[in-house]
């Protein structure tokens, strides 16, 4: 007799930036919730060796960070676009004690988005985070999430620099209304 | 009206703090916690913050949980402490039980020219911690008592907020090194983590 295995779920990028972030050893992951993040949180409060705190801000995250990697722990940090705006003056706990951070960014505000009030922030993420010289790097196919991740990962940690992955919202799909 | 005021001498309060500190970790937020901490003596094991305002309790929490076999204690003053309030909702959900956060509070912004903060006009911070799902809250404001604090820190297993009532005076500024890339690497050596 042999057991039907149940079907596998489709690769999802998600799945994938989860695979880099356990490659690389993260084991705090700071987050405020964004639906573009939910698959990738789950994951992260599921796994037991990773710490998942939710954060009441963003800026919360950067401390958090610096505290695990002062502790010997490499962390990361999950946001959606609109929370990088509160996180702009906290950045330079990181630039000037050379701390390494990753923020994975899902952005709002740009690809079909319907909330005018989200495309202020959402069109000055990446213009905001260079001015605080963090890397940026963007995804606009999922084929390309993991791989990425996994590349700023690198060099935040072995080059003590902030980056950030711009997951775009053409990406992620854009958020569905129903009236 | 000085020599009247209870309240307690900082660096009288920072001494008591860290007599017996044993392997405890130090954080300091910046301004005055980080000149009182200095005055004490300088120590490879403090993390003194000279900027990033706000961030002073969860730097605490993150070394917190990457260490959970040191204790942890951050000494903070109100302003510092009111500008990252969102901290102790996160901690209140985490809690920590090798972390213990000290707000200094003299009810002013005693860096930039002793302008009342919310504490002076009635915002309680330990309020703000129990509300948070803090069980261990003390508000601290004799000698004695934070004596018997101080021993607590010595062995604690949950966290812990405290809020010392101190005077809102300038004592001479004890200045430790402010170059952050030198702080973060002689802390995660003693850390064994470098």
């Known amino acids: 007799m042999t057991e039907i295995a149940p079907a596998p779920s489709p690769p999802d990028w998600r799945d994938d930036i989860f695979a880099a972030l356990k490659a690389a050893e993260i084991r705090q992951v700071g987050y405020v919730p964004d639906a573009g993040h939910t698959r990738l949180i789950e994951h992260c409060q599921a796994d037991p060796a990773i710490r998942a705190v939710g954060l009441t801000s963003e800026e919360e995250g950067i401390g958090l960070a610096a505290g695990a990697w002062l502790g010997g722990q490499r962390a990361a940090l999950l946001m959606q676009s609109s929370g990088v705006g509160n996180c702009i003056n906290m950045l330079s706990l990181a630039k000037s004690c050379r701390f ?12 079909g988005e319907f909330n005018p009030w989200r495309v ?9 985070l260079e001015l605080m010289d963090v890397l940026v790097y963007r ?41 | 009206m000085r020599d009247n ?22 954080v300091t937020g910046l301004g005055s916690t980080t000149y009182d901490a200095a005055s004490v003596g300088d120590d490879e094991r403090n993390f003194y913050l000279w900027g990033a305002m706000g961030a002073a309790a969860m730097i605490g929490l993150g070394l917190a949980l990457a260490r959970p076999e040191r204790r942890i204690l951050v000494v903070t003053g109100d302003g510092e402490m009111l500008m990252g309030l969102g901290a102790l909702a996160t901690i209140g959900v985490e809690r920590p039980p090798n972390l213990a956060l000290v707000v200094f509070d003299n009810g002013h ?12 006009a009635g915002v309680s911070l330990c309020g703000v911690a129990r509300a948070c799902g803090i069980e261990a809250v003390f508000d601290i404001a004799d000698p004695a008592t934070l004596k018997e604090f101080a021993a607590r820190l010595q062995d604690f297993n949950r966290t812990i907020f405290a809020r010392v009532a101190i005077r809102a005076e300038e004592s001479p500024r004890v200045l430790p090194s402010r170059d952050g890339v030198h702080l973060k690497n002689r802390f995660r050596r003693a850390l064994g983590v470098e």
């Open chain 1, 100 to 111: 390494p951070l990753i923020l994975l960014v899902t952005m709002r505000g740009e690809w």
């Open chain 1, 120 to 128: 202020p922030m959402g069109t000055r993420t990446q213009a905001a």
């Open chain 1, 139 to 179: 995804v606009e196919r999922a084929e390309e999430a993991g791989e990425t991740v996994a590349a700023a990962l690198d060099i935040a940690f072995n080059g003590g620099l902030v980056t950030a992955v711009l997951l775009s919202q053409r990406l992620i799909g854009a958020k569905r209304w129903v009236k």
């Open chain 2, 5 to 26: 005021d209870p309240r307690l001498d900082r660096r009288a309060a920072i001494r008591s703090l860290l007599e017996g500190r044993g392997d405890m970790l130090l």
């Open chain 2, 109 to 120: 912004y005693g860096e930039t020219g002793m302008q009342r903060s919310h504490t002076d």
